[in-house]
């Protein structure tokens, strides 16, 4: 946490992610201080403003936000270390420091209020924002590190030897800093459209549920395994009085997404009519009307709750978010994990066709999977009227989540400007099925139908019953993992699931596989597949649709040791240099 120069931040905040006009109407930047800035309503308005450029977006998205090198990608070198579990202590982190410094001014405004001579009531909202940016960044580095130090007042340079809070106090102050805000943020029916992006009541309401079920399901699986004894390592197993338990995080977090459900006004975005059933590709690319064949633009997007905002003449994307997107290439585990239109496994659904070649594998499926891997971005192809399809080279599975329409025609690299959700309704949904689910070991037909069942059924694919699942041997929770796990595809959330649920071992140790061989018309055509080209070879993937068939092999068991250690980053070593309390996470 370096000294701030305040006069670059004040000129800062003048841009925020609403370019409200009313900036305009503040005085000289160039002749305030810090003592001399919080002085009006306006001040603390344009200082809350300049929170959102703070939000992790599209420039951190390559190596932070997409989940790359998780167990549904293709293992990149440059992003395959910490899903194989090789990684070293850096000297730096990126999310550390950014952290640090956004809970700093967050911070700065807080204390101000305390002077405020004007009405409490005027600059409450802004005070809320600070909480819900607190929040959002110390939630950042529990996800990250564990526990942490909680840092709630602007700390003197005398002050910066702090040791680790256990990952409890860390939640605890996530929790209290954003109950504290709940109440003074504006419903998101209230917010004029000229401020949509603004924190709302809603917003704060889901970060809290995701916090709440994240804790809740750590604490179940994981435990206290990574906290260390916070005397030698780590930091620690205390707990505030008063802690949560288990199930009451559950019951919040079916509170609190119920609520943003029945009265947040939110909705699927749902245009598979005029879209051909592509919803979840262009959901994620949506700028302008000319973003999309529907002439659709950001005013229909009512899903987005909580998100990073971007304009393509104010806020460009600022990196080549497609060709990050592209090559975000997906595996064979993931392409099988989506599900048949009755909504079956592949390997239980009579509608499943077989791996013949790289179309046959998308028919009767999720929509999902065609939105995600599909060449033709305007109608899905029919393997009948398209042979050329059949007679194609092997297929690379290239991701076009947030790929840009009509790319680079439409929008040229780095120009790309659609927005970035950190949590959008699905997601709620998701959160309520599994929160009821943890909670009662059971979900009935009807929750899952106000819940679940609605994201399944804009992705063409049948509902989830207790009778589908009775009848089929499915395993409901599982089902719902794999529901989080198709749906939030790159958003920040494979990593972090994949550990609250105690199964990261198990999910990145296995071998990464790539198209199936065997059995396809790929086989024994050295026109359409050079197995040469491939380093690590076939070898034979037990679970297919159609039973176990050899497939080629992208990254072997052999070079993944994920362990329990890895579950956390380890602290950067300059910040243990400069803060001498600090302990370094187990492991490392």
Same mark, same amino acid.
């Given at each position: 946490?370096?000294?701030?120069?305040?006069?670059? @931040?004040?000129?800062?905040?003048?841009?925020?992610?609403?370019?409200?006009?009313?900036?305009?109407?503040?005085?000289?930047?160039?002749?305030?201080?810090?003592?001399?800035?919080?002085?009006?309503?306006?001040?603390? #308005?344009?200082?809350?403003?300049?929170?959102?450029?703070?939000?992790?977006?599209?420039?951190?998205?390559?190596?932070?936000?997409?989940?790359?090198?998780?167990?549904?990608?293709?293992?990149?070198?440059?992003? +395959?270390?910490?899903?194989?579990?090789?990684?070293?202590?850096?000297?730096?982190?990126?999310?550390?420091?950014?952290?640090?410094?956004?809970?700093?001014?967050?911070?700065?405004?807080?204390?101000?209020?305390?002077?405020?001579?004007?009405?409490?009531?005027?600059?409450?909202?802004?005070?809320?924002?600070?909480?819900?940016?607190?929040?959002?960044?110390?939630?950042?580095?529990?996800?990250?590190?564990?526990?942490?130090?909680?840092?709630?007042?602007?700390?003197?340079?005398?002050?910066?030897?702090?040791?680790?809070?256990? #990952?409890?106090?860390?939640?605890?102050?996530?929790?209290?800093?954003?109950?504290?805000?709940?109440?003074?943020?504006?419903?998101?029916?209230?917010?004029?459209?000229?401020?949509?992006?603004?924190?709302?009541?809603?917003?704060?309401?889901?970060?809290? +549920?995701?916090?709440?079920?994240?804790?809740?399901?750590?604490?179940?699986?994981?435990?206290?395994?990574?906290?260390?004894?916070?005397?030698?390592?780590?930091?620690?197993?205390?707990?505030?009085?008063?802690?949560?338990?288990?199930?009451?995080?559950?019951?919040?977090?079916?509170?609190?997404?119920?609520?943003?459900?029945?009265?947040?006004?939110?909705?699927?975005?749902?245009?598979?009519?005029?879209?051909?059933?592509?919803?979840?590709?262009?959901?994620? =690319?949506?700028?302008?009307?000319?973003? =999309?064949?529907?002439?659709?633009?950001?005013?229909?997007?009512?899903?987005?709750?909580?998100?990073?905002?971007?304009?393509? @003449?104010?806020?460009?994307?600022?990196?080549? @978010?497609?060709?990050?997107?592209?090559?975000?290439?997906?595996?064979?585990?993931?392409?099988?994990?989506?599900?048949?239109?009755?909504?079956?496994?592949?390997?239980?659904?009579?509608?499943?066709?077989?791996?013949?070649?790289?179309?046959?594998?998308?028919?009767? #499926?999720?929509?999902?999977?065609?939105?995600?891997?599909?060449?033709?971005?305007?109608?899905?192809?029919?393997?009948?009227?398209?042979?050329?399809?059949?007679?194609?080279?092997?297929?690379?599975?290239?991701?076009?989540?947030?790929?840009?329409?009509?790319?680079?025609?439409?929008?040229?690299?780095?120009?790309?400007?659609?927005?970035?959700?950190?949590?959008?309704?699905?997601?709620?949904?998701?959160?309520?099925?599994?929160?009821?689910?943890?909670?009662?070991?059971?979900?009935?037909?009807?929750?899952?139908?106000?819940?679940?069942?609605?994201?399944?059924?804009?992705?063409?694919?049948?509902?989830?019953?207790?009778?589908?699942?009775?009848?089929?041997?499915?395993?409901?929770?599982?089902?719902?993992?794999?529901?989080?796990?198709?749906?939030?595809?790159?958003?920040?959330?494979?990593?972090?699931?994949?550990?609250?649920?105690?199964?990261?071992?198990? +999910?990145?140790?296995?071998?990464?596989?790539?198209?199936?061989?065997?059995?396809?018309?790929?086989?024994?055509?050295?026109?359409?597949?050079?197995?040469?080209?491939?380093?690590?070879?076939?070898?034979?993937?037990?679970?297919?649709?159609?039973?176990? #068939?050899?497939?080629?092999?992208?990254?072997?068991?052999?070079?993944?040791?994920?362990?329990?250690?890895?579950?956390?980053?380890?602290?950067?070593?300059?910040?243990?240099?400069?803060?001498?309390?600090?302990?370094?996470?187990?492991?490392?």
């Amino acid at each position: 946490m370096k000294k701030i120069n305040y006069i670059i @931040i004040l000129l800062g905040i003048l841009v925020s992610t609403a370019c409200e006009d009313k900036f305009l109407d503040l005085e000289m930047q160039d002749k305030l201080s810090e003592s001399s800035y919080y002085k009006t309503a306006d001040h603390y #308005r344009a200082s809350a403003n300049s929170f959102y450029n703070g939000l992790w977006g599209w420039k951190d998205a390559q190596g932070l936000l997409l989940d790359r090198g998780s167990d549904l990608n293709i293992s990149y070198a440059n992003y +395959a270390a910490y899903g194989r579990g090789n990684i070293t202590v850096p000297n730096q982190d990126d999310v550390w420091s950014h952290s640090y410094g956004q809970i700093r001014d967050n911070n700065i405004l807080l204390e101000k209020a305390e002077e405020y001579s004007g009405e409490p009531e005027e600059i409450a909202a802004y005070v809320a924002a600070a909480y819900f940016f607190r929040a959002y960044h110390h939630f950042f580095l529990l996800q990250r590190f564990g526990g942490v130090p909680v840092v709630t007042k602007v700390l003197d340079t005398d002050e910066l030897d702090m040791p680790r809070n256990s #990952r409890y106090e860390v939640f605890n102050q996530i929790k209290q800093d954003l109950e504290d805000a709940i109440p003074d943020l504006p419903r998101e029916a209230n917010i004029a459209s000229s401020d949509k992006g603004h924190i709302s009541m809603e917003a704060a309401q889901s970060l809290l +549920a995701k916090a709440f079920l994240y804790e809740a399901t750590w604490e179940k699986y994981v435990g206290t395994a990574t906290d260390g004894d916070g005397t030698n390592e780590g930091a620690g197993s205390t707990k505030p009085e008063s802690y949560p338990s288990v199930d009451d995080m559950f019951q919040q977090a079916v509170t609190l997404s119920k609520d943003v459900m029945d009265n947040g006004g939110f909705e699927l975005w749902n245009y598979n009519d005029e879209l051909n059933n592509l919803s979840m590709y262009y959901l994620f =690319n949506l700028e302008d009307e000319g973003s =999309n064949p529907a002439g659709l633009d950001k005013s229909t997007n009512k899903e987005f709750i909580f998100y990073s905002k971007y304009d393509n @003449i104010l806020r460009q994307g600022g990196t080549n @978010i497609s060709h990050a997107a592209y090559y975000s290439a997906v595996n064979q585990n993931f392409m099988d994990m989506f599900l048949a239109t009755d909504g079956l496994p592949i390997d239980k659904s009579p509608l499943f066709e077989g791996y013949q070649n790289h179309y046959q594998q998308l028919m009767n #499926r999720d929509y999902r999977l065609y939105a995600y891997v599909g060449e033709n971005e305007q109608r899905i192809e029919i393997i009948e009227e398209t042979p050329e399809f059949v007679d194609g080279a092997l297929p690379f599975y290239g991701n076009r989540k947030f790929k840009s329409y009509d790319y680079p025609n439409y929008r040229e690299a780095t120009t790309e400007s659609a927005d970035f959700p950190h949590i959008r309704l699905a997601e709620v949904y998701l959160i309520y099925a599994e929160a009821l689910y943890e909670l009662n070991g059971a979900i009935t037909d009807e929750q899952l139908n106000e819940s679940l069942n609605l994201v399944r059924g804009r992705s063409g694919v049948a509902p989830l019953t207790n009778t589908l699942a009775g009848n089929n041997n499915l395993d409901i929770l599982q089902e719902i993992r794999r529901e989080r796990a198709v749906e939030l595809f790159q958003e920040n959330n494979r990593f972090n699931d994949l550990k609250r649920w105690g199964i990261a071992e198990e +999910a990145l140790n296995a071998t990464i596989f790539g198209p199936i061989i065997e059995g396809t018309v790929y086989e024994g055509d050295d026109n359409l597949y050079e197995s040469s080209s491939y380093i690590f070879g076939e070898a034979v993937k037990e679970y297919t649709g159609v039973g176990s #068939r050899r497939a080629i092999v992208q990254d072997p068991a052999v070079n993944r040791n994920f362990t329990l250690k890895n579950y956390l980053y380890p602290i950067p070593l300059d910040e243990i240099n400069l803060d001498k309390e600090l302990l370094q996470n187990p492991g490392y």
